[in-house]
């Protein structure tokens, strides 16, 4: 089985635990969850309007949506859930 979480965020979230900061990932590309490794940092350059997929290796693939007349659609920034 297999799944695809989407995840808008580029950066970890930061809380404190104590007196320290802790980076929580929220790229979902992290190879230490909870924690952030850093790896963020290859979504920084995702194009407009696509969608990126990245493989067991963090390798980034492309998504393109087209409509029925094979135009590239627009990745809308609120994906609707069903
Ligand atoms: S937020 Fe995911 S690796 Fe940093």
């Known amino acids: ?12 979230y930061v809380i404190e635990v104590g007196d320290q900061k802790v980076a929580i990932c929220a790229c979902g590309l ?12 290859i979504t920084w350059d995702e194009p407009e309007g696509t969608l990126s997929a990245y493989d067991e290796q963090n390798i980034r693939r492309l998504v393109r949506l087209v409509d029925e007349n094979g135009a590239l659609v627009d990745i809308p920034s609120s994906y609707p859930l069903e």
């Open 30 to 41: 992290s190879k230490k969850k909870p924690y952030c490794d850093g790896t963020h940092r």
């Open 1 to 12: 089985m297999a799944r695809i979480v989407r995840h808008d965020k580029n950066r970890p």
